[in-house]
């Protein structure tokens, strides 16, 4: 079946790199996904990564998936105030449903 | 484009009422997936119509049902609810089509609280 865990909480002060770690278990090839929630919205879709690529940069963002490990991170660099939200990671399974699985998710804050 | 909107944003209902949510899609998508998501439980998958017919059903109760239209517009309904019930509830819509990597895109989702 289709799990995807992320730690709960993360801290970093402005200006520095932040990286936010996701493992899931299904070894399928999938689709996986970065979505960003701020306070009283909706999930915005950052990014995402099909299972044959091992890196994927856009602009601050940089996704790197380990397909052995099945562990995928979302990097922010030079992280503002502005990036302090819930960040899920998903992922879907082509010839499943293709309903992304989506982990509890991930709070970031960030500090002056 | 206009983006996915939600009706409406925030709700106040007391035990053994009913309730209806909608939810517009973007423009050309025809698949529209519903979430409820809550502290305890994260974000949890309800339902998925495409074309106007269930394509896939989360684990929830009977009490939670939906339907599309044939403009692709969407809405859920809780019958009897109770104060678990109290969450944010997400729709978000898609191409669709079954293809991978299509994407979700958001609305903001309707507060429902059940006193």
């Known amino acids: 079946g289709e799990d995807v865990e992320q730690s709960l909480f993360l801290s970093v002060r402005e200006g520095d790199s932040s990286v936010i770690n996701c493992t899931y278990t299904?070894?399928?090839?999938?689709?996986l996904y970065w979505y960003k929630q701020e306070p009283g919205a909706g999930l915005q879709l950052l990014t995402y990564i099909f299972s044959n690529m091992d890196m994927k940069q856009d602009q601050r963002l940089t996704v790197l998936l380990n397909k052995k490990d099945k562990h995928l991170s979302l990097r922010i660099a030079d992280t503002q105030t502005g990036d302090s939200a819930i960040y899920f990671c998903?992922?879907?399974?082509?010839?499943?449903?293709?309903?992304?699985?989506f982990g509890r998710g991930t709070s970031l804050i960030v500090h002056p | 484009k206009a983006g996915v909107t939600q009706t409406p944003r925030y709700l106040i209902k007391t035990r053994g009422q009913q309730v209806t949510l909608s939810c517009s899609p973007i423009?050309?998508?025809?698949?529209v997936s519903w979430y409820q998501q809550t502290p305890g439980q994260g974000l949890q998958f309800l339902f998925e119509?495409?074309?106007?017919?269930?394509?896939n059903k989360g684990n929830f109760p009977g009490r939670f049902s939906g339907r599309q239209f044939s403009n692709s517009r969407s809405e859920m309904n809780v019958s009897t609810l109770e104060l678990g019930d109290s969450a944010l509830y997400l729709c978000?819509?898609?191409?669709?089509?079954?293809?991978?990597?299509?994407?979700?895109?958001f609305g903001p989702g309707t507060r429902l609280t059940v006193l």
């Open positions: 998903a992922e879907s399974i082509p010839g499943g449903s293709y309903i992304p699985t």
């Open positions: 423009s050309g998508h025809r698949s």
């Open positions: 299904d070894s399928s090839s999938t689709y």
């Open positions: 978000a819509s898609s191409p669709g089509g079954g293809r991978a990597g299509n994407e979700q895109f």
């Open positions: 119509y495409f074309s106007e017919t269930q394509r």
